[in-house]
């Protein structure tokens, strides 16, 4: 039997022939787009507000008619992998943006990410990326929406998704803001940063870590990078022998982000300068900190740590003090594969102030 996670892991090290033999398990009906243009039938545009709370499909003959009110702000909100507009998470944060009185457009490529085809979803991303891009330029040519909002928030595979309408938007047009909840990692560890999300791709890039060693990318990969209870597991999520309890660590970012919206305390981190030398207990907690989420400052750059209370709501304002070191016990990976893990990292030498390590 081929165990998950070794093949998550081996994937994001990009190994791609593996993951065919996952998906001939599991007999998929799996389907890479051919016909690359856009608009495209299995990409398709929602646009919601506070009055329109089941979404109206946007069409590119009719933009203007689609009930853009002006100076809405706007947000962008990508599903990831397996999703749709209409499931969790998307659906809850969805509702929160709208009862915030923000626009929220939502593209919906249920059908070119369906699991278990997820190299074929990867290869699909670059496609949604584009028809995005090709749908918020026109919005913004036709005045019906600024380009200062241009905000995308983007789940899992999603987060690469918003990383390709940013290189797919005009050089005048560019994404003001890109928010990476958990980016993915499988498939695009190691690869360039034309193929997977980077600070290059919006004049800010937020990113929520909380799944590093499974689901999410440890890496940095944002102008700031928020490591939520050392990214690596998230409280009250279920019992670490399961896989599935990464799956809850993975939408755990989804969550603290809705949270960081309305939340009275806040979310902050205070910085280190790589992920190895929080792991090897260098950072303290110190003034150097900033808030995570919905009102992150803009000018925040670099990796910073927090954790949360056990249970919503989890925010703990300044308090850092049950930040934890310890990795073991808190993932479903083996632990004699993780002590090998770790002694990879001892053997990483080349920090750089925002890279952080490399070595899953
Ligand atoms: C999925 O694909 C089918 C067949 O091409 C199409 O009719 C349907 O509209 C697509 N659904 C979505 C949500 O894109
Ligand atoms: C835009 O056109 C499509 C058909 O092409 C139609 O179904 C839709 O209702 C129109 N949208 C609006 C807001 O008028
Ligand atoms: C849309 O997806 C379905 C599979 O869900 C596929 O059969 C169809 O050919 C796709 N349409 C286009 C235009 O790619
Ligand atoms: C820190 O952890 C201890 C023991 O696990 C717990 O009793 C305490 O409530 C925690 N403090 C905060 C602020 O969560
Ligand atoms: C952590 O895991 C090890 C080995 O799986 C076990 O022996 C140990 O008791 C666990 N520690 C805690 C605190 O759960």
Avoid at 287 to 308: C, H, P, S
Wanted: charge should be negative.
């Amino acid at each position: 039997m081929f165990h998950v996670w070794k093949l998550l892991i081996l994937i994001g090290i990009s190994c791609r022939t593996l993951y065919a033999v996952y998906e001939d398990e599991e007999e998929p009906n799996c389907f890479t787009l051919t016909d690359e243009t856009c608009p495209n039938e299995n990409i398709t545009f929602w646009f919601y507000t506070n009055t329109i709370l089941e979404g109206r499909q946007l069409w590119m003959h009719n933009l203007s008619d689609a009930g853009f009110l002006p100076r809405k702000p706007l947000k962008v909100l990508l599903h990831g992998f397996h999703g749709n507009r209409d499931k969790l998470p998307n659906n809850k944060l969805r509702l929160l943006l709208t009862s915030q009185n923000y626009h929220v457009i939502s593209p919906d490529f249920r059908n070119l990410s369906v699991e278990p085809c997820y190299s074929q979803a990867v290869d699909n991303a670059k496609y949604v990326g584009r028809c995005l891009a090709h749908l918020l330029t026109q919005l913004v040519q036709d005045r019906l929406i600024f380009e200062e909002d241009l905000h995308l928030i983007a789940f899992g595979l999603g987060a690469h998704i918003a990383g390709f309408a940013g290189n797919f938007m005009p050089e005048n047009i560019p994404l003001q803001r890109i928010t990476a909840l958990n980016p993915a990692k499988p498939l695009f560890l190691g690869t360039d940063n034309a193929d997977k999300l980077d600070s290059s791709d919006a004049k800010f890039v937020d990113v929520i870590h909380t799944d590093v060693l499974m689901l999410g990318l440890l890496n940095a990969v944002g102008h700031v990078d928020f490591y939520v209870n050392m990214g690596i597991s998230q409280p009250n999520c279920g019992d670490i022998s399961t896989i599935t309890t990464h799956y809850c660590y993975h939408n755990r970012a989804v969550a603290y982000y809705a949270e960081s919206i309305t939340t009275p305390k806040g979310f902050f981190g205070y910085r280190c300068p790589t992920y190895r030398s929080f792991l090897d207990g260098l950072c303290k907690p110190s003034n150097d900190v900033e808030q995570m989420g919905f009102y992150v400052r803009l000018g925040a750059r670099g990796l910073y740590f927090l954790e949360t209370d056990y249970f919503a709501p989890y925010a703990m304002g300044r308090n850092h003090m049950n930040l934890s070191h310890e990795i073991k016990n808190r993932t479903y990976i083996p632990p004699d594969f993780l002590d090998g893990f770790l002694d990879e990292k001892n053997q990483t030498s080349s920090d750089t102030d925002t890279e952080g390590i490399n070595s899953i």
